[in-house]
């Protein structure tokens, strides 16, 4: 299902994620340089790619917070509340 009413972040919300997501892209670009390094251990790799999950979950955390805010609890208001608890079901799939 995609939403029509498009992504509504706050400033302050936009600038967060958009830091935590460069964040992301240099942990994941030092793990592919560790994957060319013969003496790193793996336990390391395993640490950093721990490291990349938990700033992508909270990414998807403030992500899903604005879109509860922004049209899961006006879905009422606009008459589309199956579709909605429909979108709900289908991102608590990969939660």
């Known amino acids: 299902m995609i939403c029509c009413h498009g992504l509504k972040l706050d400033e302050e919300v936009q600038e967060d994620v958009r830091r935590r997501l460069l964040s992301v892209k240099g942990h994941v670009e030092g793990v592919l340089r560790m994957l060319e390094n013969d003496h790193v251990y793996c336990v390391d ?12 979950g ?4 403030q992500v899903l917070q604005s879109h509860l805010r922004n049209h899961v609890v ?12 429909g979108e709900l079901m289908e991102i608590l799939k990969y939660r």
């Open 74 to 85: 006006t879905a009422h208001e606009r008459g589309d509340e199956e579709r909605i608890v």
């Open 58 to 61: 909270k990414v998807g955390d």
């Open 45 to 56: 790799v395993l640490k950093q790619l721990k490291a990349v999950g938990g700033a992508l």
